[in-house]
């Protein structure tokens, strides 16, 4: 359920207002000369909510990424990740075999 409140009333009423919130889930807008300004709610919301903005964070990100892929790389596929760690393990051994042959 949500409810409004004065700021007034808030600052009167806050530990009722707390309760509110903890024991029933509320949600408490309170209100400065009319308009909302502020708001109470149970901690598992917030949560949610902040979980919510991380998680489009990480898509904004991605996205920006992706935009920086084409920017670099145009239209060429990702090279093959196989092949690649193929290569690699082969340039280490030349590298481990004449370290060894000194």
Known sequence: MSRRV????????????????????????????GRA?????PIAAYESMKNA??????QVQ??????LWERE????????????LRQGRDERGDQLAETLRR
């Open 62 to 67: 991605i996205a920006a990424l992706h935009a």
């Open 37 to 41: 300004v502020a708001v109470i709610l």
């Open 53 to 58: 903005d991380q998680t489009e964070g990480w």
């Open 6 to 33: 004065s700021a007034t009333e808030a600052r009167v009423h806050f530990g009722r207002l707390l309760r509110a919130v903890q024991e029933d889930g509320d949600t408490i807008v309170v209100e400065r000369g």
């Open 73 to 84: 790389m145009g239209k060429r596929q990702l090279p093959d990740a196989v092949e690649m």
